[in-house]
């Protein structure tokens, strides 16, 4: 599924689905159960959340133009749709990964205008003009970012779902300064979780590339 | 047969999938390319118990892109042919979509399709429920727990009466979630009655035959591929329902469909350690000497499936004494099912036992170190077998001095740095790694480079880099003319990838068909005029970097690709098998570690911080040290998380997990895990496995819990007799 579009294309559209018609029901026993957090009170009695009044049939698009790693992209977003979720499943670039999608696990950091930012919590369209890189963006060629070599010279990394956004948090650390000892380092890397717990690596790893800046 | 030289075996050697790891090039599940996938998104629960009333889905079917809701009103019957195998556990599975009933919070009930994510998410929260709810039952110390699986030898009553000192604790441990970075996800495609299905599973093979169940597939109709699992720790051990659910909704649709759990789905969507109030009563005389030990264990299950774990091994085996009785009951709740979760059931009865050793210790002034070693059993008493191996008292004389336990102050609270109570503990751990039958399959090509095929699974433990190398000293190749291929079900049937059991039971199916095809060529060379090893015994000859040749005269051989070449073949192939442990056992087998912690705890924030740990370990052979560090290293790190940081908190007025996120649920962070220290003995066991391997990823996470928890009250004096122990306990 692609979404690109040339310059030229026609204007997004717009917000033209049909108009929310149905009038909610308030009955009793009625819970509206989402996706993020149903309601629901002790003793078996609900109360129904209020309706989202643009829900239905809704999904303005913007169009949004932003370089990712190093290539201009200009795309038609569903203005609901993270950079995420454009990198994941627009762009094709899966590097980025989904661990929480509610910043908490660091697993989706890109950088975007050479800060770390959770890809998960930044909306596509808020990206007019920037520079995202992301794990894919970071070797040179065929040769390895140094922190990608160190981390595989560590063995900084078991099950390498979280390794992408620890290395790309790693590489701002790095440019950050965060690295004048190895407790800065966790404390600034501590952002992202490994649940294999390759921290004690990850520090080295992180070291290991400061040390030859 | 010679025995082949090792080269790849025993070094520390990086990942052979490192580079496809660091730079995001590792596929895994939800990432595969399934041409023209849409997206599912599940609504779930919002009750604890109950019915369905009503699903009315016309707001989420009006909006743009959802395709279909699928829910118990216009779901198809699925067939749910029994399937004990699986890791199905006896209860009647959850069948997704098939009556009204609510059997927890956060059970699937309808699931939106669309064709993008965002429309998914959207429409699923445009579905609206009726519900019938009644009150669930959900607390553990509340429920009336089932029948007992009892053990008993001589008579654990009558052996506390009658000790010395006698101690009666009782130990509440927290639900854990496994939380692996990934999110359990599944793409499913029908191509006519065939279904391929991308799963996050560490079994290939489960899953396999969960599906054909399900759906009443023949087992060839159903094709199961994940070649890359972002963490496990147990939860991929089962097929969950939102498997079912992707493969249901992309033939409701005829399209593939992507369905990703959400982190909060995960809390209820996949299993979990599940939550524990375990008494023990410890009778000894004075010099601490065990007599007697009463173990009496509730743990949760599900209303519909009975889980068990192996929480009564420990207790049978790990010290000497004439008299044990136990009886684990499982409490039947308002939950969904749990699931194993690293170092299952050791990991839990551990903390408990290593806890109440080290309160007895204290109680008679002897060292926790010294306690231990006066109760070393000299056989198997639960089973009277010999051990295969068990170095636990090398594990804690080598942790000990490496640790510097001679600084520890046998006083509680008499260490302090500035605001902060120093405290150092110790506790020992046991694990009972499996050893399962599988096959692989072994190709060596007329290039000179092989190809090793299993169904198994690598979560991250290096799957793919230590079974190169068991193959690569079989085959005797280099590592880098050897490709391991993991994670599709059309390869070999392996057992589940968990309990420790991958490297003794495929690395020696992989090692029996590299064996094998090696010896094809041998013969093949000794047999062939042209061969300079032409009238070789066979078992002169060892194969080194792909080259034949006589053992001690390397002058004399000739490679693989010459004798394949001149014999016109494209290749030698041969399946291996490994049909598991000697029936009956001849050994007691299992993995032993001493685990140090030392701690710092803030005197008047109760506030604890871990200061450095050491594991010291008794795994038999390890095939790939440099992963098996960071194997250790991590399996601390888990310990650290359950000992002071995780606990599924449950609502029970109406069954809702209430920290179900990566915020709330804490796991340890970089700033949790200073310095983390890890020794493998060296040695092997050879009882039933020709790699002299015993399995390390469970051992490593058993007892850090109570090494920790020994720690703290080394510090404080406090004795904390639940997990997680948190500042609120040290107040």
């Known amino acids: 599924m692609s979404t690109e579009l040339p310059e030229s294309a026609a204007p997004p559209p717009t917000g033209s689905g049909e108009p929310f018609s149905s009038v909610p029901t308030r009955r009793t026993f009625i819970a509206t159960s989402a996706a993020v957090g149903g309601a629901v009170v002790a003793g078996g009695a609900f109360i129904a959340l209020p309706e989202e009044a643009t829900a239905a049939g809704a999904s303005p698009s913007s169009r ?43 697993a989706c950091t890109v950088l975007v205008d050479g800060h770390r930012v959770n890809a998960c919590l930044t909306l596509a369209v808020r990206l007019e003009g920037t520079e995202v890189t992301t794990i894919e963006g970071l070797a040179d060629g065929g040769e390895l970012h140094p922190l990608q070599q160190a981390f595989i010279d560590q063995d900084a990394f078991q099950c390498g779902y979280c390794t992408p956004g620890q290395i790309v948090s790693g590489v701002g650390c790095v440019q950050e300064g965060h690295t004048g000892s190895p407790e800065e380092i966790r404390e600034w890397m501590s952002g992202n979780i490994c649940r294999c717990g390759c921290y004690v690596k990850i520090v080295r790893a992180v070291e290991q590339t400061a040390g030859r800046k | 047969m010679s025995p082949q030289p090792q080269a790849a075996v025993g070094a520390p050697l990086s990942r052979v999938d490192g580079r496809l790891k660091v730079t995001g090039q590792a596929l895994y599940a939800a990432e595969h390319d399934a ?73 699937p009930v309808a699931v939106v399709v669309a064709t993008t994510l965002e429309a998914a998410q959207h429409g699923a929260s445009l579905v609206k429920v009726g519900y019938d709810a009644q009150e669930p039952s959900t607390d553990l110390a509340e429920a009336e727990p089932g029948k007992p699986t009892d053990y008993a030898r001589g008579d654990a009553e009558a052996g506390l009466r009658s000790s010395a000192v006698r101690l009666d604790v009782t130990y509440q441990l927290a639900r854990n979630h496994h939380n692996p970075m990934e999110p359990h996800a599944t793409i499913a495609r029908w191509d006519g009655n065939r279904l391929t299905v991308w799963d996050k599973t560490q079994w290939v093979m489960g899953t396999h035959d969960e599906l054909a169940a399900v759906f009443d597939l023949p087992a060839d109709a159903v094709r199961v591929i994940n070649p890359f699992v972002g963490g496990g720790f147990g939860s991929g051990l089962r097929c969950w329902p939102h498997t079912t659910v992707a493969a249901l909704a992309a033939r409701e649709t005829g399209r593939p469909v992507k369905l990703v759990l959400s982190r909060r789905q995960m809390y209820f969507g996949t299993g979990f350690r599940p939550s524990y109030e375990y008494r023990l009563r410890l009778g000894s005389d004075r010099r601490g000497r065990l007599s007697a030990a009463i173990h ?8 519909y499936e009975t889980f068990t774990e192996a929480v009564m091994g420990a207790g049978q085996m790990l010290y000497s004494m004439p008299h044990v009785s136990q009886a ?7 939950v969904n099912t749990p699931i194993w979760m690293r170092g299952p059931g050791f990991a839990s009865a551990s903390f408990v036992i290593e806890s109440a050793m080290d309160e007895l210790a204290h109680e008679l002034g002897i060292d926790p170190i010294e306690l231990r070693r006066r109760n070393e059993p000299s056989e198997d008493e639960s089973s009277n077998l010999p051990f295969s191996t068990r170095r636990l008292r090398e594990c804690c004389t080598v942790g000990a001095r490496e640790f510097g336990w001679h600084r520890r102050s046998p ?97 020696t199916a992989v090692v029996d068909a590299c064996n094998q095809v090696r010896q094809q060529a041998i013969r093949l060379a000794v047999e062939d005029r042209e061969s300079p090893l032409y009238g070789v015994d066979t078992d002169e000859v060892v194969v080194r970097s792909g080259r034949l040749h006589v053992q001690g005269n390397p002058a004399r051989g000739e490679t693989y690709r010459s004798l394949l070449a001149r014999n016109n073949r494209s290749h030698l192939e041969a399946n291996g098998s490994y049909t598991g442990p000697p029936s009956p056992a001849r050994h007691s087998y299992h993995a032993y570690n001493a685990t140090f912690a030392e701690v710092a705890v803030d005197a008047t924030l109760g506030l604890v911080r871990v200061r450095r740990m050491l594991g010291v370990y008794d795994a038999g052979r390890i ?39 990566l915020a709330d649920y804490l796991v340890p962070v970089n700033a949790d895990v200073p310095e983390v220290r890890a020794i493998y003995l060296d040695g092997e066991d050879n009882d039933g496995n020709a790699l002299g391997v015993k399995g390390l990823g469970e051992v490593v996470q058993v007892g850090v819990a109570a090494a920790i928890g020994n720690a703290v009250f080394n510090a404080t004096g406090r004795r904390v007799r639940q997990l997680p122990i948190t500042a609120e306990a040290l107040l």
């Open chain 1, 64 to 106: 949004v133009s932003l370089t990712v790693n190093g290539t201009r992209r200009t795309v038609t977003v569903d203005n609901r749709t993270s950079l995420l979720d454009l990198l994941r499943e627009h762009l094709g670039l899966t590097g980025s990964k989904k661990g929480c999608n509610a910043g908490a696990c660091g």
């Open chain 2, 35 to 107: 041409d023209g996938a849409v997206h599912a998104v599940i609504v779930d629960a919002a009750i604890g118990r109950g019915r369905i009333t009503g699903v009315d889905t016309a707001d989420a079917e009006k909006h743009r892109g959802v395709l279909r809701v699928i829910h118990h009103g216009n779901a198809p019957t699925l067939p749910y042919r029994d399937n004990s195998g699986s890791n199905n556990p006896p209860g009647r599975r959850l069948r997704v979509f098939q009556d009204d009933r609510v059997l927890f919070h956060g059970q």
């Open chain 2, 296 to 303: 009496d264990i509730d743990a949760e299950t599900s209303s």
């Open chain 2, 328 to 334: 684990y009951r499982t409490v039947p709740l308002d």
């Open chain 2, 411 to 507: 006083k509680p609270r008499s260490t302090r740095d500035g605001d902060w109570l120093i405290g150092l503990g110790m506790a020992a751990g046991v694990y009972d790694p499996g050893r399962y039958p599988g096959d692989a399959r072994a190709r060596l090509d007329a290039d000179g480079t092989a190809v090793v095929e299993a169904a198994t699974s690598d979560m991250g433990p290096g799957t793919y880099t230590s079974q190169t190398q068991v193959a690569a000293d079989a085959l005797g190749l280099n590592m880098r003319t050897v490709t391991f291929r993991l994670g599709d079900s059309l390869y070999p049937r392996t057992s589940p990838h968990g309990g420790s059991s991958t490297m003794a039971s495929v690395g």
């Open chain 2, 623 to 661: 095939i790939s040290p440099k992963l098996a560090d960071s194997q250790a290293i991590g399996g601390i790190v888990g310990g650290i998380g359950t000992a002071l940081l995780e606990h599924t908190v449950t609502d029970h007025r109406d069954g809702r997990i209430v920290n179900a996120n």
